[in-house]
């Protein structure tokens, strides 16, 4: 087995423990905290739906911890970037600007208005959305009519640009905001894997998704916390979040007993049982981000000495979450980093360590292959060579 491939997988085995259990992405972990009691409570009183006051108490814990005016819990983070693009005013046949190295998620709340994901090409450095490319790109294909910014080459409207803050890496908010400032357009921020990421900017900590008009936070198995399933809206425009409750409740209008609706809504609202685990975890996430540093500097230490592979570092003025931690792959040679891609893959994998590469670039998948897009060089690039590591908290032992 060649040096290298043994070498990385020493690095791994370094950091995250001689036994032999398997070890997957990211975990949830209940431990230390007051979840069981939480739970406990929903279920003796019958507040297991969705209102209750863990629902209340947990947006309570998501506005105070984001500095954000309001905080609107649903079922998961897909559903609260639909809901949050509806809102901003994505219609049937809009075009939405995304990067194409992102979850499928990301895409599909776009699909599922009947809009159209519009790809643009990212920074190496950052992963998300290139503020300079996005620039170029808009000069190029856009036209405005009747002041309604149009794709020239398509004849539909572009509506919105949603960065991604990739693994938890802020993107570069102040360059997108100066371009979308530019052409008018609102931001939704898919903050899903940005809980606990901060853009720091003239000593003021920003939280991710409250950077823009409205962001959306995932509370997915996965995630840093978990609510089971998950998700929620952060906005300081109130507009937007009486909105956003009123219809993900069903738009049905306040009242004690009549069934009112003015608007077609949906059944979008966290349950109370699931709102529990996430207080219970808002409780001990400080100490969580700190395993997580420790862990990532942890994972730093021992991939420092490796040859053409580099763990993937936050940029500059943010702290991130380090949801997960990950590395690049710099062969000059794409056949290198091919195999030694697939080569680490399998050499984990049958040792349970579950390391997963990056996702697939989106507009590779059958569904989203004929989607309008800038060219994506760099996107292309850096979907072949990063691969995640195992980034639990709990692997980090004192
Ligand atoms: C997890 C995730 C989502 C979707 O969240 P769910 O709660 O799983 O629906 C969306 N976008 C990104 C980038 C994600 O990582």
Not at 22 to 27: F, G, R, S, T
């Amino acid at each position: 087995m060649n040096s290298q491939l043994l070498e990385t997988y020493r690095a791994i085995k370094n950091v995250i423990g001689d036994s032999n259990d398997p070890v997957a992405l990211h975990e949830p972990n209940f431990i230390d905290t007051e979840a069981e009691n939480y739970v406990l409570n929903c279920v003796r009183t019958g507040w297991v739906s969705s209102a209750g006051k863990w629902v209340e108490e947990f947006e309570k814990k998501i506005c105070e911890y984001t500095n954000s005016k309001y905080a609107i819990a649903v079922t998961n983070g897909t559903v609260g970037l639909r809901l949050a693009l509806h809102l901003v005013g994505v219609k049937p046949s809009d075009e939405v600007i995304i990067p194409s190295l992102t979850f499928v998620a990301t895409a599909n709340s776009i699909s599922h208005l009947g809009g159209t994901p519009h790809f643009v090409d990212i920074d190496e450095k950052r992963l998300s959305i290139c503020p300079e490319n996005l620039e170029k790109h808009l000069k190029n294909i856009s036209k405005y009519d009747k002041g309604i910014l149009y794709n020239k080459f398509t004849n539909n409207p572009i509506k919105a640009i949603m960065p991604v803050h990739i693994f938890g890496m802020p993107a570069d908010m102040n360059g997108i905001k100066k371009i979308a400032n530019i052409y008018n357009l609102p931001i939704v921020e898919d903050a899903s894997e940005a809980l606990g990421s901060f853009i720091i900017a003239k000593d003021e900590k920003k939280h991710c998704g409250n950077l823009g008009d409205v962001g959306v936070l995932s509370f997915n198995g996965n995630k840093i916390i978990t609510t089971g399933g998950g998700g929620a809206l952060i906005t300081n425009n109130k507009e937007i979040a009486d909105m956003a409750r009123y219809l993900s409740t069903t738009a049905k209008k306040e009242h004690p007993w009549e069934f009112d609706h003015d608007l077609i809504g949906w059944n979008d609202r966290m349950p109370n049982i699931n709102a529990a685990l996430g207080v219970a975890q808002l409780e001990v996430f400080n100490e969580r981000l700190e395993k997580k540093k420790k862990l990532f500097e942890l994972y730093k230490k021992n991939f420092e000495s490796l040859c053409d592979i580099e763990l993937i570092s936050p940029p500059k003025s943010c702290e991130s979450n380090h949801w997960l931690i990950s590395f690049k792959m710099l062969f000059n040679d794409k056949k290198n980093c091919k195999k030694f891609r697939s080569d680490i893959l399998e050499l984990c994998h049958s040792n349970r360590i579950y390391l997963r590469p990056i996702w697939r670039a989106l507009h590779t998948l059958p569904m989203y292959k004929d989607c309008p897009s800038s060219s994506l060089v760099i996107t292309e690039k850096e979907a072949s060579r990063i691969i995640s590591l195992p980034s639990s908290p709990q692997l980090y032992k004192k």
